[in-house]
């Protein structure tokens, strides 16, 4: 059973699934913000939120963990140590902000912005 189970599936396998949040968090992080579906948009926000937690501790193992998530892409391992998780030393959780957009033309699925805070 699925009981409280909050992680949709986006209708991929868990493989597929995995690189797609891992992508999405690369791109919110080298651009500040990034426009996609709102169900996407949901997954990815606890995951970009727990790797900007984990930059906060900036250890070497917080280091590793990133690389990991992240998919080996050090350029977006550094800017998130360096310059997102320096800009939310006080803040204790939010980092994220979810904006609704008008809906797709083609199969009119709701379409969001999801931006550092």
């Known amino acids: 059973m699925r009981h409280q ?14 690189a797609l949040l891992m992508n999405l968090s690369k791109s919110v992080i080298e651009h500040g913000r990034i426009k996609t579906t709102e169900a996407k948009a949901k997954a ?35 800017r998130l140590f360096a310059e997102v998780a320096p800009r ?3 803040r204790p959780g939010g980092y994220t902000r979810i904006m609704k957009l008008s ?14 805070v």
């Open 5 to 18: 189970k909050q992680r949709g599936k986006l209708s991929r396998d868990s493989a597929h699934r995995k």
């Open 103 to 116: 809906e797709r033309r083609s199969d009119a699925t709701q379409m969001v912005l999801i931006e550092l």
């Open 44 to 78: 990815l926000r606890p995951e970009l939120e727990a790797l900007i937690t984990l930059a906060k501790r900036g250890d070497l193992a917080a280091r590793r963990q990133a690389l990991s998530a992240l998919g080996q892409d050090k350029y977006a391992v550094h």
């Open 88 to 90: 939310y030393a006080g």
